[in-house]
């Protein structure tokens, strides 16, 4: 998958989690997420 197409999905993604959670928080007072990926390990 090349770095352009893996951004534009990466950001279709966050765009859509925020959507969903401000529809499901509106009534709680929800004001954005922020959405990191972490290299999984084993230890």
Known sequence: MS???KAVQ???F???LNNF???ELAE???SGV???RTP???E
């Open 10 to 12: 990466d950001g279709i």
């Open 28 to 30: 709680d007072g929800y």
């Open 34 to 36: 922020e959405v990191r």
């Open 14 to 16: 966050k765009a859509e």
């Open 21 to 23: 959670l401000m529809k």
């Open 40 to 42: 999984a390990r084993a």
């Open 3 to 5: 770095k352009k197409r």
